[in-house]
């Protein structure tokens, strides 16, 4: 649910990274807030437990150009992974207006991916969004290990609507920023169409 604001001028999008625990959701953010300059973001949020890296979720709004005259913002976050987070992960998704799923591309990780996955359309289906409707796009992180399962596998596994699938190394920043510009440019042109 894209919030505008007609004092400042200003269109906010929310756009929240989704995965299976320590997939590389927090690591995504982490490498975009590092890598952009000052001025063009927010205070990034990250709050920590002893057994994950995000408790809750990361914030850091993004500004990314005009529409209209409207400086647009970005606003991303990520949920937790772990499945005993359940009411924090479906929370986080209440108003998105995009949406990126991390999976792992480890072997192992595979059932987690589904999993999530499954999670992940029954909560949006509970604020009434379909994930066949909203700007989405699938990760393949960590992509650098060498037990992962080949692509074109994990594609046919995990892909729904024929989303674009960016192959990632998180940690290294490999396919980070295309992931954002493929889901900012989709955001975009919703938001055009209105």
Request: glycine letters at 8%.
């Amino acid at each position: 649910m894209t919030f505008i604001n007609y004092a400042s001028r200003e269109i906010n999008c929310k756009i929240v990274y989704y995965g299976p625990g320590l997939c590389g959701k927090t690591t995504n953010l982490q490498f975009i807030y590092d890598s952009t300059a000052a001025q063009a973001r927010g205070k990034l949020i990250s709050l920590a437990t002893e057994a994950d890296r995000t408790l809750f979720f990361d914030f850091m709004p993004l500004e990314l150009g005009t529409v209209r005259g409207f400086k647009t913002r970005f606003h991303l976050y990520t949920v937790p992974g772990q499945v005993f987070y359940e009411a924090s992960r479906k929370l986080i998704l209440k108003g998105v207006d995009g949406v990126v799923f991390v999976a792992d591309s480890q072997e192992e990780r595979m059932d987690a991916n589904i999993e999530s996955l499954r999670n992940l359309e029954e909560n949006l289906r509970a604020y009434g969004y379909e994930l066949m409707k909203l700007p989405y796009v699938l990760q393949l992180n960590k992509r650098d290990l060498p037990n992962v399962i080949a692509t074109g596998e994990l594609t046919s596994e995990l892909q729904r609507k024929g989303e674009p699938v960016i192959e990632a190394v998180a940690s290294t920043g490999a396919g980070v920023f295309d992931t954002l510009k493929a889901v900012a440019k989709q955001v975009l042109t919703e938001l055009r169409k209105a």
